[in-house]
């Protein structure tokens, strides 16, 4: 008898603190439904979360890089570009903003603002192999070859 009245109580106490949890911390429950979604790579869904969570006042750097990277996985890339340009401003950590921003305008073919971008994000790490590829095929892309073919060949470690 003692036994079956144990078992009730713990389970009584982990429902209790489930219930808890629900109506302590619900922000964070609609933050972790989002990261699911987003972890599946299904960005629509995704981005209604955290649009949702942003418009009640929860934000994290977390939060808003996954709801611009949704953004542009689902061709919103005026609601993306927004959201990076905020990051970069905002953010203590604007490289991953950076990158991304300018991986959208390449999108967009707004290849010079890219091109910038792509800079200022290799000026911090400079070792980045794939920003510099980005950079070089930008720069091909706006007809800047003579400086593309320099980045292709710092890329593969020719020159410095």
Not at 8 to 29: D, G
Not at 31 to 57: D, H, I, N, P, V
Not at 89 to 113: C, D, H, P, Q, W
Request: charged share 25%.
């Amino acid at each position: 008898m003692r036994r079956y009245v144990l078992i009730l109580i713990l389970i009584a106490i982990a429902f209790l603190t489930t219930a808890a949890y629900h109506l302590s911390n619900p922000e964070w429950i609609m933050f972790r439904k989002g990261e699911e979604y987003f972890s599946k790579k299904e960005y629509s869904a995704a981005a209604g979360y955290y649009a949702r969570l942003l418009k009640e006042g929860f934000a994290t750097e977390t939060l808003l890089n996954h709801l611009g990277a949704s953004y542009a996985a689902t061709g919103e890339f005026e609601k993306a570009t927004r959201i990076f340009e905020n990051l970069i401003k905002y953010s203590s950590n604007k490289a991953a903003a950076t990158r991304e921003l300018a991986n959208i305008y390449v999108m967009l073919g707004r290849f010079e603002e890219a091109i910038h971008l792509y800079q200022t994000f290799l000026q911090d790490q400079p070792n980045n192999i794939s920003t510099r590829i980005l950079l070089a095929r930008a720069l091909s892309w706006s007809g800047r070859l003579e400086e593309a073919i320099v980045e292709y060949r710092k890329a593969l470690g020719e020159e410095k």
